[in-house]
């Protein structure tokens, strides 16, 4: 079955400081992409990218970089953390050719 | 203007009762897809349906494209079945770029 993993689980960062979420999946899928999923907001894209060296911007961008060393590995890196971007952060992989996105597990990052 | 609209919020039903759920779109899109969350979970993939009918187990989802509308029924609903269902479309098709409706809360009572 599809993995996409998550690290860390939980992550508790202090505003200013810089975060890096990490990603990985095992179905030697081209695309990753980073959500958040906020209380009323559903969830939204922030980043994602095609292969390993490819980032492009979501919907919400602002605040956040990603990066896709690998075709298993993209990250997403809040170089200056806010308040504001407190919230459950999901990973998902999904073939060009395909309809279905797997999800990870989820972060929860609290910036206080 | 929200892209994607999803009602009810929330559904209350006893089990084996059956459960509709809708989806509207402000835009034509022929690439919808039903997910499954548990609370603090991950998504779950339920069904892909661009267009017509299409029936997975007890769920089944209808895709009208010119009506910019998408429902998921759930049949003989069980207390398992209780969770949010989202439902998500691609603006541009074939992008894979998802966007998601903020959700039903599904509560199924035994």
């Known amino acids: 079955e599809a993995a996409v993993t998550q690290s860390p689980r939980n992550k508790v960062a202090v505003t200013g400081g810089k975060v890096t979420l990490s990603c990985n999946q095992t179905?030697?899928?081209?695309?990753m992409y980073w959500y958040r999923q906020d209380t009323g907001h559903g969830l939204r894209l922030i980043h994602y990218?095609?292969?390993?060296?490819?980032?492009e911007k979501g919907d919400i961008p602002d605040g956040y970089k990603a990066s896709r060393p690998s075709q298993e590995n993209f990250s997403l890196i809040l170089e200056l953390a806010t308040p504001s971007q407190t919230s459950v952060y999901f990973c998902?992989?999904?073939?060009?050719?395909?309809?279905?996105?797997?999800f990870g597990p989820g972060t929860r990052l609290t910036v206080l | 203007e929200q892209q994607v609209q999803q009602s009810p919020a929330s559904l209350v039903l006893q089990e084996a009762e059956n459960a509709e759920l809708q989806c509207s779109f402000s835009?034509?899109?022929?690439?919808v897809q039903w997910f499954y969350q548990r609370p603090g979970g991950r998504l779950v993939s339920l069904l892909y349906?661009?267009?017509g009918t299409k029936q997975s187990g007890r769920l089944t989802s209808t895709t009208v494209i010119k009506e910019r509308r998408s429902s998921l029924h759930i049949s003989s609903s069980q207390i398992t079945d209780s969770g949010t269902y989202l439902c998500?479309?691609?603006?541009?098709?074939?992008?894979?770029?998802?966007?998601f409706g903020s959700g039903t809360q599904l509560t199924v009572m035994p």
């Open positions: 998902a992989s999904g073939a060009p050719t395909g309809y279905e996105q797997y």
């Open positions: 179905n030697n899928h081209n695309n």
């Open positions: 990218s095609y292969g390993a060296g490819s980032t």
């Open positions: 835009i034509f899109t022929n690439q």
């Open positions: 349906n661009p267009s």
């Open positions: 998500a479309m691609d603006p541009s098709s074939g992008s894979w770029q998802l966007i």
